[in-house]
């Protein structure tokens, strides 16, 4: 039971350095929301290392070598990065679905486009993607500092271009 918490000023001035909250109040300015959900099937790749991993909890990262996973909060981690497209031990080779899934919103939307992405490299993956339709596009992560940020907020709601707003939640 928690009785009573210490410290909460000094937490959230640390945390002022690497995060961004705004609310709606904050932004009166945005458009009403429009949510999309959309049921986008893994590539049989992605299946595979999903269905070996929840039987075995034995996970590979980047170079190949095993990572246990004893924990249900490290193995439900594991589990969205192969669902996003990050196969452990192998390099992306296609496009995963869900970036695919994405590029056809932003190619079907008439204006503004805002994707939100779990890890890094889907963000990675989505820029490349918008690179490579030509569409233009902003990311908004923890790496990008306070400047961008607002440069970013202000194109974005301001001016045409960046139309793809790549952002990362946590």
């Not at 000094?10 to 959900?37: C, G, I, Y």
């Amino acid at each position: 039971k928690v009785t009573k918490w210490v410290g909460l000023d000094d937490l959230q001035n640390k945390l002022k350095k690497v995060m961004l909250r705004r609310t709606k109040d904050d932004n009166l300015d945005l458009p009403d929301k429009l949510f999309t959900s959309r049921l986008v099937p893994m590539n049989q790749d992605q299946w595979d290392q999903y269905v070996s991993l929840q039987k075995s909890g034995q996970y590979l990262d980047v170079d190949g070598n095993e990572i246990d996973v004893t924990n249900a909060l490290t193995e439900m981690l594991r589990l969205q990065q192969v669902a996003s497209g990050h196969l452990a031990g192998n390099p992306v080779t296609e496009r995963p679905p869900k970036v695919r899934a994405a590029m056809e919103v932003v190619e079907q939307a008439s204006g503004k486009v805002i994707v939100w992405c779990k890890e890094h490299h889907e963000i990675r993956l989505m820029a490349q993607a918008c690179t490579e339709a030509g569409v233009t596009f902003a990311e908004f992560h923890g790496k990008v500092n306070d400047r961008e940020r607002e440069e970013i907020k202000i194109a974005f709601q301001e001016k045409d271009d960046p139309r793809v707003f790549i952002g990362q939640i946590n």
